[in-house]
């Protein structure tokens, strides 16, 4: 069982940044593929970034790519999104996901995710 704590959301006008972290807690982090996803009021949830293990590689939906960076530290158990020239368009719940194959993320097969965070509310103003 691996549990995730998000943190780092809040409000934050079109343009700006935030950084949301991620800590995780119970098996060992690094055997795990890291993600996050998000979720809009109406829609489905949706792919933002993967990062793989080692952290050697990144994946990244179209439509934050070139915006946000997905980073981790092993020692630290934590993953972070830094999300930077923020839109309204990517006003959301975040979520934090694990899974041990960086390639169920990267194959869009989501629902192979082992385990999900709680969330973390994002809201960017126009």
């Known amino acids: 069982q691996v549990h995730m704590v998000e943190s780092g959301g809040g409000l934050v006008q079109a343009g700006g940044s935030l950084r949301l972290s991620c800590a995780a807690s119970g098996r060992t982090f690094s055997r795990y593929a890291m993600g996050w996803f998000r979720q809009a009021p109406g829609k489905e949830r949706e792919f933002v970034a993967a990062?793989?293990?080692?952290?050697?590689?990144?994946y990244y939906a179209d439509s934050v790519k070139g915006r946000f960076t997905i980073s981790r530290d092993n020692a630290k158990d934590t993953v972070y999104l830094q999300m930077n020239s923020l839109k309204p368009e990517d006003t959301a719940v975040y979520y934090c996901a694990a899974d041990p194959d960086f390639r169920t993320y990267t194959s869009g097969a989501y629902y192979g995710v082992d385990y999900w965070g709680k969330g973390t509310l994002v809201t960017v103003s126009s």
């Open positions: 990062i793989s293990r080692s952290g050697g590689d990144t």
